[in-house]
């Protein structure tokens, strides 16, 4: 039997005020705007002959401005920093056969130049897959640190939002990203996630089967958050898992990574009070809980408790839910359904897309998916599902790389995610690690 409640939808902050909704950002100005004002962001532009004009007049609209349906204004009128990007200098063609070497010869030119750089990749979608990721990596690999990131667009994108609509959308969610991107906080959450100083992880994976049957599994570890959702590191690594025990299992850390993982996080960052775990599979009793326990018994003392909540959060659902009061039977963002036959609230279900505030129907096509979240571990023992529940729906509102209002997953599932698949790109057995300092480089 389930209970019907309602999580409230999160507010975030601005540099002049709070609301729920990021495209807000256009009024209340970015949470750093004053910060970084004045200051420059170099723009350099990839693209083929054919994009060429569709991609310059895409970068001009961000800086000058768009009116649509709605207004996005100039770039530094709402960001504050000035983009720099000269169209006859700054445009590099590039093809299949010299796209890496020259995106590398600009990279190089903004690390040396010192400001924020972000470099435009936009095509016809005809260079291979291989090639996006490869630029992806070198950022990742060689410019971490250095301020220097990407931004992907396809030639079809920009094309059909010029003529269907919706173009002023597209160039605030690019704005945003690209502010982001500089090194700039767009927003923050107006409320902390979890009331006491603690670290939230979310861990996902991503899995490779090899000629000898056996599975190689990367994960990566996003987020380390703190209590506000500030990323503070994000971790990829790569084990190999043997076939039979993958089977049974499934995806997981082993033992004695997920205690390295977080003895480290302990003594980088200090005690917590609590940790809270978000995974994208269920979780591994014999594996992964038992390290965690023993992590918090190595810290904890009589006068010092480290408590634990461990959710499975899984996106695979079929579960549904129409509202008899909405024009087209569309939920509401933040209903919860808790499985009241699994006590002490095992089991929930929570809509995070969905009828917005204000609305009487959803703007979006398609039947609202919840994610379901099953709660492993819960030390505590008296931890409410709707705080729970807010802690997720607030994870969903930090995805800096749009503004869209009713985002699906958490950020600590979805960068975690993110890290994971390009794991299988960098690592190797020779180097099984590496650590991202900075989730832009992700984004």
Request: hydrophobic share 35%; with cysteine; net charge positive.
């Amino acid at each position: 039997m389930f209970r019907f409640t309602i999580v409230s939808e999160p507010r975030i902050s601005f540099y002049l005020g709070e609301d729920w909704n990021p495209r807000r950002i256009v009024r209340h100005k970015p949470f750093t705007y004053a910060a970084l004002k004045d200051k420059e962001i170099v723009l350099k532009v990839l693209t083929d002959a054919g994009t060429e004009k569709l991609a310059t007049k895409m970068v001009n609209k961000l800086i000058d401005g768009y009116k649509g349906n709605y207004f996005y204004p100039r770039f530094s009128e709402t960001y504050g920093m000035q983009i720099s990007f000269d169209q006859k200098n700054d445009v590099v063609h590039i093809d299949e056969g010299n796209a890496l070497s020259r995106f590398e010869g600009v990279a190089d030119s903004i690390a040396e130049a010192g400001s924020p750089g972000i470099i435009v990749v936009a095509t016809d979608g005809g260079l291979p897959s291989r090639i996006y990721r490869s630029c992806k990596l070198k950022v990742i690999t060689k410019y971490s640190g250095k301020n220097v990131r990407t931004q992907f667009v396809k030639r079809q994108t920009i094309d059909n939002l010029i003529n269907i609509g919706g173009f002023e959308f597209f160039l605030i969610n690019i704005a945003t990203a690209v502010y982001a991107k500089a090194g700039g906080i767009p927003w923050k959450l107006s409320r902390s996630l979890i009331e006491t100083r603690g670290l939230i992880l979310g861990i996902s994976f991503a899995r490779k089967r090899e000629e000898s049957g056996d599975e190689t599994i990367y994960y990566g570890a996003v987020e380390l958050l703190d209590r506000y959702g500030e990323h503070l590191y994000t971790r990829m690594k790569v084990f190999r898992g043997p076939k039979g025990k993958v089977k049974t299992k499934g995806l997981y850390v082993p033992y004695d990574s997920m205690v390295e993982l977080l003895d480290g996080a302990i003594k980088r960052y200090g005690r917590p009070p609590l940790i809270v775990v978000h995974k994208s599979s269920p979780f591994v009793e014999d594996e992964e809980i038992k390290a965690i326990n023993y992590v918090r018994e190595k810290y904890s003392d009589e006068s010092f408790q480290i408590s634990l909540i461990a959710i499975y959060i899984k996106r695979d659902t079929i579960y549904r839910l129409f509202d008899t009061d909405s024009k087209d039977y569309s939920p509401v963002r933040g209903y919860l359904l808790v499985d009241e036959g699994k006590l002490p609230h095992k089991r929930m279900i929570l809509f995070t897309t969905g009828r917005l505030p204000g609305e009487d129907s959803r703007r979006r096509l398609g039947t609202p998916k919840p994610l379901e979240l099953n709660v492993a571990v819960d030390t505590i023992g008296r931890v409410k599902p709707e705080w729970l529940a807010a802690q997720v729906l607030g994870l969903t509102k930090l995805d800096w790389n749009t503004t869209e209002p009713d985002i699906r997953t958490p950020i600590t599932i979805k960068y975690s995610n993110k890290a994971a698949r390009l794991a299988q790109h960098i690592l190797a057995e020779e180097a099984p690690d590496l650590h991202i300092g900075d989730i832009r480089d992700l984004m």
